[in-house]
């Protein structure tokens, strides 16, 4: 693609496949960079299309790795005008071009909002300026890039395919899912709930497959020292509580902050939070409002690195999910599982796929969402119990190991990918 650093090839295999992605690189889709970087190692040629530049100060190791070239759609249109018109001129002039026009008018129809025409002003750009090689379009998520993509699928006639996470399905419109579903070739997704939406949605059931994220062993070996024995007995060695995650409203962590504020006088602990967001400023003055912020570090945003060096600080792990007011819900939050690898205890909430992983008293411990008491409950339980918590963290980590592998989920879209790369090279 145009403007693209080229990092040192590997040897592929077929023709390329272009990624389209929200935002690259971001600290909060480790998943997605690991595994372009699975794919890559396994020989597929693989461009990144990002409809955003990167806004986050720190990367992954894991975004090192990656040998793709990253290509940068204009985010603004109206910051780009000369590229967006000389895309405009030379698409208007392809076959595809008044089939996706009359698919874009409809859609603009029935969402008459800036960043439906800001899509389209993408899509045009995307498929101006692909590379020549590229046989397959496969988005991440199934609103925004996906729109991107099923644009310049048409305008290209190149086939598309999509990975669908959480937000993305949850807030976007019925009409639109139906008929995204009926526009790409296949589309995966990380949750049965998630998978049992779709296919109701779908032309036909096997257009939709569960794949789950699962867990790279390699990035997340397991810890091989025992837990502590702390039992919040003792003021000067607290209990110390984890919790990972972006604070934003389905997070949840207003109930939990709730639920910490619940916990017995005579218990002793210390919470950590790692992730940025937009609400960690208010959930800092509810934490003050409640009088718990003593006992509170914020960590912000950290790359995988140290993340896992809070993990083998850390006694127990706690996520408090919930269905956000606009419909907005996790999956099944990949972090639950990375701190499973590490043997620790996990408490979090029934929500969307979170009880696929979380089995109540056999591997972990859950809750109603939005039941700051049952959370406090749970949470009073582990800490005083450090031998339910090396139990439950064994188990959790057993069923990781067994049931979420990495490269299950890796074989499937290596397939998926590799047979639509040698059906175009054909």
Request: with cysteine.
């Given at each position: 693609m145009?403007?693209?650093?080229?990092?040192?090839p590997?040897?592929k295999s077929?023709g390329?496949i272009?990624?389209?992605l929200?935002?690259?690189?971001r600290?909060?889709?480790?998943f997605?960079?690991?595994e372009i970087?699975?794919?890559?190692?396994r020989?597929l040629?693989?461009?990144?299309v990002?409809l955003?530049y990167?806004?986050?100060a720190?990367?992954?190791?894991?975004?090192?790795?990656?040998?793709?070239?990253?290509h940068?759609?204009p985010e603004?249109?109206?910051?780009?005008p000369?590229?967006?018109?000389a895309?405009?001129?030379?698409?208007?002039?392809?076959?595809g071009?008044r089939?996706?026009?009359?698919?874009w008018l409809?859609?603009?129809?029935?969402?008459?909002?800036?960043?439906?025409?800001?899509?389209?002003?993408?899509?045009?750009?995307?498929?101006d300026e692909?590379?020549?090689?590229?046989?397959?379009?496969?988005?991440?998520?199934?609103?925004?890039?996906?729109?991107v993509?099923?644009?310049?699928?048409i305008?290209?006639e190149?086939?598309w395919?999509?990975?669908?996470?959480?937000?993305?399905?949850?807030?976007?419109?019925?009409?639109?899912?139906?008929?995204?579903l009926?526009s790409c070739?296949?589309?995966?997704?990380?949750?049965?709930?998630?998978?049992?939406?779709?296919?109701?949605?779908?032309?036909a059931?096997?257009r939709?497959?569960?794949?789950?994220?699962?867990?790279?062993?390699?990035?997340?070996?397991?810890?091989?020292?025992?837990?502590s024995?702390?039992?919040?007995s003792?003021?000067?060695?607290?209990?110390?509580?984890?919790?990972?995650?972006?604070?934003?409203e389905?997070?949840?962590?207003?109930?939990?902050?709730?639920?910490?504020?619940?916990?017995?006088?005579?218990l002793?602990?210390?919470?950590?939070h790692?992730g940025?967001?937009?609400?960690?400023?208010?959930?800092?003055?509810?934490?003050?409002?409640?009088?718990?912020a003593?006992?509170?570090?914020?960590?912000g945003?950290?790359?995988?690195?140290?993340v896992?060096?809070?993990?083998a600080?850390?006694d127990m792990?706690t996520?408090s999910c919930?269905?956000?007011?606009?419909?907005d819900?996790?999956?099944?939050?990949?972090?639950?599982?990375?701190?499973?690898?590490?043997?620790?205890?996990?408490?979090?909430?029934?929500?969307?796929?979170?009880p696929?992983?979380?089995?109540?008293?056999?591997?972990?411990?859950?809750a109603?969402?939005?039941?700051?008491?049952?959370?406090?409950?749970?949470?009073?339980?582990?800490i005083?119990?450090p031998?339910?918590?090396?139990?439950?963290?064994?188990?959790?980590?057993?069923?990781?190991?067994?049931?979420?592998?990495?490269?299950q989920?890796?074989?499937?879209?290596?397939?998926?990918?590799?047979?639509?790369?040698?059906r175009?090279?054909s």
């Amino acid at each position: 693609m145009l403007a693209s650093a080229r990092k040192t090839p590997v040897e592929k295999s077929g023709g390329a496949i272009a990624f389209v992605l929200k935002g690259y690189p971001r600290l909060s889709e480790t998943f997605i960079a690991n595994e372009i970087q699975a794919l890559e190692k396994r020989g597929l040629d693989i461009r990144i299309v990002s409809l955003r530049y990167p806004s986050d100060a720190k990367t992954h190791p894991v975004h090192g790795e990656i040998r793709a070239s990253v290509h940068y759609l204009p985010e603004y249109l109206y910051r780009a005008p000369r590229r967006v018109f000389a895309a405009w001129r030379r698409m208007r002039r392809r076959p595809g071009y008044r089939d996706c026009l009359h698919v874009w008018l409809g859609d603009l129809r029935r969402d008459p909002s800036p960043n439906r025409v800001r899509r389209f002003g993408q899509a045009l750009v995307l498929a101006d300026e692909l590379d020549s090689d590229v046989v397959h379009l496969h988005a991440h998520f199934l609103h925004t890039p996906a729109s991107v993509t099923r644009y310049a699928s048409i305008l290209t006639e190149l086939p598309w395919s999509c990975s669908a996470h959480a937000r993305d399905i949850w807030t976007t419109p019925e009409w639109e899912k139906r008929e995204k579903l009926a526009s790409c070739q296949w589309l995966v997704t990380c949750t049965a709930v998630n998978c049992h939406h779709l296919r109701d949605l779908a032309p036909a059931p096997e257009r939709v497959a569960l794949v789950y994220h699962g867990l790279d062993a390699d990035r997340f070996p397991a810890t091989g020292s025992g837990r502590s024995a702390r039992d919040g007995s003792n003021p000067n060695d607290p209990v110390r509580i984890l919790s990972v995650g972006r604070a934003v409203e389905k997070k949840g962590y207003h109930d939990l902050l709730a639920a910490l504020a619940l916990l017995p006088a005579e218990l002793h602990w210390r919470f950590v939070h790692v992730g940025g967001g937009p609400w960690l400023g208010r959930l800092k003055r509810l934490a003050a409002r409640l009088g718990i912020a003593g006992r509170i570090q914020w960590r912000g945003a950290l790359t995988q690195g140290e993340v896992l060096g809070c993990f083998a600080d850390a006694d127990m792990f706690t996520l408090s999910c919930c269905i956000a007011r606009d419909g907005d819900r996790d999956g099944l939050p990949n972090v639950l599982m990375e701190a499973q690898s590490q043997s620790l205890a996990c408490v979090a909430t029934r929500v969307s796929a979170i009880p696929e992983l979380l089995q109540d008293h056999a591997t972990g411990l859950l809750a109603e969402a939005g039941d700051a008491q049952a959370m406090a409950d749970a949470i009073a339980q582990l800490i005083r119990d450090p031998d339910l918590r090396q139990r439950l963290g064994a188990a959790g980590r057993q069923r990781v190991e067994q049931e979420f592998r990495f490269d299950q989920g890796i074989d499937h879209l290596q397939g998926r990918l590799a047979a639509a790369s040698a059906r175009a090279g054909s």
